[in-house]
C-alpha cells in the first residue's frame, strides 16, 4: 500500500483558502487518491477522490500533479465549521480492502 | 436513507465484562467496516465483510476480539474479556463504489 505523508497540523482563518499536501511517492498505477473530512465525535465523512490532473465539487478541489506523487486538497474561502482533521487515503479503488488504512491526518484550525 | 446506525452510543463498562457494539449498514451497501480510534494509534481497520463474509481480520487485535456478520443488515464486534485497553471510539462503516460511510461510533470505556 501506498504510505501517505501529510502535516500534522495547519492554521488559518476565516474567508481565506487553504491547501492541504499529501506526499505518496510510490503510488501505484491503479491507485486513487481519496480524501476524509472528520469533526469531533464523528466518524469521517468523504469529501474528494480523483486519480489525475484536477477534481472539483461543491465542497473542494483537488489538485495532483502528472507524477501523481503528491495531491493537494484545496477548500476555499474556510468558515469557523471546516475545523477538523483531514485524511488522504492512496489505493486501488478496485480492492475492496485497498483504501481502508488511514493515516494521521491534517488538524486544520480555522480562527475568527 | 438514515446513514450508517451505531449502538449504544456510549457504554461504560468493567474489566472482565463481556462488550457487544452493533452496527446496521446502509441498505444495498456490500460491504462492512470496523475501526477503532484512540489518540495514540488514530484510526485502525479491524475487520471488513464483504457480502457478510469477513475478508479480512488481520486488524483485530487479539483472540478476545470477534466480529460477526449473521445478514446484511446487521453486524456485532464483541469484546470477551474487556480490558482498560480497548477504551476507543469503535466505528463501523458501509461501502458503496469507492466511498466510505461511517456510523458516529460507540464511545467505550473499560474501567
Known amino acids: 500500500l501506498a504510505k501517505t505523508t501529510q502535516p500534522i497540523s495547519m492554521d488559518s482563518y476565516e474567508g481565506q483558502e487553504v491547501n492541504i499536501t499529501c506526499s505518496h511517492n510510490n503510488i501505484a498505477t491503479n491507485d486513487y487518491i481519496t480524501w476524509y473530512q472528520q469533526f469531533p465525535s464523528q466518524g469521517p465523512r468523504f469529501i474528494i477522490q480523483g486519480y489525475k490532473t484536477k477534481v472539483t465539487n461543491e465542497v473542494a478541489s483537488l489538485f495532483i500533479p502528472a507524477d501523481r506523487k503528491s495531491s493537494t486538497l484545496s477548500l476555499p474561502r474556510v468558515s469557523l465549521s471546516d475545523t477538523a ?6 489505493g486501488d479503488r478496485g480492492n475492496a480492502g485497498n483504501m481502508l488504512t488511514f493515516g494521521g491526518g491534517t488538524r486544520l484550525m480555522v480562527k475568527p | 436513507d438514515a446513514g450508517v446506525i451505531q449502538s449504544p452510543r456510549h457504554e461504560v463498562t468493567e474489566m472482565g465484562q463481556e462488550v457487544t457494539l452493533r452496527c446496521k449498514p446502509i441498505s444495498g451497501h456490500n460491504s462492512l467496516f470496523w475501526y477503532r480510534q484512540t489518540m495514540m494509534r488514530g484510526l485502525e481497520l479491524l475487520i471488513y ?3 457478510n463474509v469477513p475478508i479480512d ?3 483485530m487485535p487479539e483472540d478476545r476480539f470477534s466480529a ?4 446484511a443488515s446487521f453486524s456485532t464486534l464483541k469484546i470477551q474479556p ?3 485497553r480497548d477504551s476507543a471510539v469503535y466505528f463501523c ?10 456510523g458516529s461510533g460507540t464511545q467505550l470505556s473499560v474501567l
Open chain 2, 68 to 71: 460477526k456478520m449473521p445478514n
Open chain 2, 49 to 51: 465483510f464483504n457480502n
Open chain 2, 57 to 59: 481480520d488481520s486488524g
Open chain 2, 82 to 84: 474487556s480490558e482498560p
Open chain 1, 85 to 90: 482533521v483531514y485524511y488522504c487515503l492512496v
Open chain 2, 93 to 102: 462503516a458501509s461501502r458503496q463504489f469507492e466511498k466510505l460511510f461511517f
